[in-house]
Structure formats: structure tokens, C-alpha cells
């Protein structure tokens, strides 16, 4: 069964960090884009973060820029979001997603919440 | 990047069409064929329901349907059933491997 199971998630205070993984299962995990998609409580989705199929190239989105790093390891079939300097505006379900023409394979997400 | 325009609501009765808008600029929508939607029931994670703008992924059925005009992308569930009622989120490619949704429109069956 193809599958994406994150963990990670968490209460932490603000300026605190965190590391999101998502484990990968049922399919070439080193052949596909992975992202990080994030969706407050209450709110819609928003666009985080990606890498390439071979963890050479990342890009983010502008809110997370210079304080969140994705990366991958294609041995151990796992993504990773290291998370610092987090912010309350950061509390949301974080879900990691293989993209094939969409987002076509979703985790079920890990709750992160940065409150002191 | 700002996010793609939906309604914040539709609704329908069983049996009949619906269709959600998602409106955004030359960069994102109007650039690219890459328009994606989504399905989302409370709780749970998004179930792709179409991509490259008008793809069907095989276990969606042949009533989730979209198109795109200039900016503005549209699905139309046809044949409302109880099932769809959910909140649709649309998604477009945005350049430079950037990636934008939509605010999210909740469909309601009547």
C-alpha cells in the first residue's frame, strides 16, 4: 500500500525548534518531488516547502524562509522539515505530500503547536 | 504569493451541479496547466481529485469534472451526492517552484 505516515509533531514554545519526518511506504520514494503543506486550525492549505527527487534542490515559501530546511534520505525512505525559530503563526497540521501530475499521495498529518 | 480566489461557500441539492471558481493571476492560473483540486472532509487529509487542470486520478468519478479559462479555473461536481459535501481546495504551479492554493470553498449538499 502506498502510504506517508509523519511524525514529529508537538507543543513548542515560541522561538523553539522541531523535526518533522514522514516515512514512505509502497512505492520509489527516491523517484518522486516531496513537499510540506501545512494547514492551520480552521484555515485552508498552504504550500511550505519542497525537494527534488534527490534532495539537490529545496525551495520554500517566503513565511518559512531561512527558518525551515527540508531534506530527505532515499535509504531510510524519509522527509524530513527541521522547523526553527517557530512562531505562533507556525501552529498547524503539517502534512507531507508525493507530487505525480498533483499532490496525489497525502500523509495524514502532525500537529505542531507553538504556544508558551 | 497570494492565494488563489474561491468562493467561500456553495451548495446544491442531491442530483444536481455545482461549480466551484478559483481565480488567480497571469502567474499562477493563466501561466501554467497545472491547476490541481482537492477534497478535504473534516479530519481527514486532501484526496486529489483532478490535475493538470482537466486529469481524472483512477478512483475519482467521471461526475468531478474542470476546466480552465484565463485566470479562472473551475471544477463541476455534477450529480450531487451526499458523499461530496466537504471543503475543495484548488492548486496552481506558480513558477519558479513555487506552488499556491486557494482559500478553500465548503460545498454543502442540501
Known amino acids: 500500500e502506498v502510504q506517508l505516515v509523519e511524525s514529529g509533531g508537538g507543543l513548542v514554545q515560541p522561538g523553539g525548534s522541531l523535526r518533522l519526518s514522514c516515512a514512505a511506504s509502497?512505492?520509489?520514494?527516491?523517484?518522486?518531488?516531496m513537499h510540506w503543506v501545512r494547514q492551520a486550525p480552521g484555515k485552508g492549505l498552504v504550500w511550505v516547502s519542497r525537494?527534488?527527487?534527490?534532495?539537490?534542490?529545496?525551495n520554500y515559501a517566503d513565511s518559512v524562509k531561512g527558518r525551515f530546511t527540508i531534506s530527505r534520505d532515499n535509504a531510510k525512505n524519509t522527509l524530513y522539515l527541521q522547523m526553527n525559530s517557530l512562531r505562533a503563526e507556525d501552529t498547524a497540521v503539517y502534512y507531507c505530500?508525493?507530487?505525480?501530475?498533483?499532490?496525489?499521495?497525502w500523509g495524514q498529518g502532525t500537529m505542531v503547536t507553538v504556544s508558551s | 504569493q497570494s492565494a488563489l480566489t474561491q468562493p467561500r461557500s456553495v451548495s446544491g441539492s442531491p442530483g444536481q451541479s455545482v461549480t466551484i471558481s478559483c481565480t488567480g493571476t497571469?502567474?499562477?492560473?493563466?501561466?501554467?496547466?497545472?491547476v490541481s483540486w482537492y477534497q478535504q472532509h473534516p479530519g481527514k487529509a486532501p484526496k486529489l481529485m483532478i490535475y493538470?487542470?482537466?486529469k481524472r486520478p483512477s478512483g475519482v468519478p467521471d461526475r468531478f469534472s474542470a476546466s480552465k479559462s484565463g485566470n479562472t479555473a473551475s471544477l463541476t461536481i455534477s450529480g450531487l451526492q451526499a458523499e461530496d459535501e466537504a471543503d475543495y481546495y484548488c492548486?496552481?504551479?506558480?513558477?519558479?517552484?513555487?506552488?499556491?492554493f486557494g482559500g478553500g470553498t465548503k460545498l454543502t449538499v442540501l
Open positions: 505530500a508525493r507530487t505525480s501530475g498533483g499532490f496525489d499521495i
Open positions: 509502497g512505492f520509489t520514494f527516491s523517484s518522486y518531488w
Open positions: 525537494v527534488n527527487s534527490d534532495g539537490s534542490i529545496t
Open positions: 497571469s502567474s499562477d492560473v493563466g501561466g501554467y496547466d497545472y
Open positions: 493538470d487542470v482537466t
Open positions: 492548486c496552481s504551479y506558480a513558477g519558479s517552484y513555487d506552488w499556491v
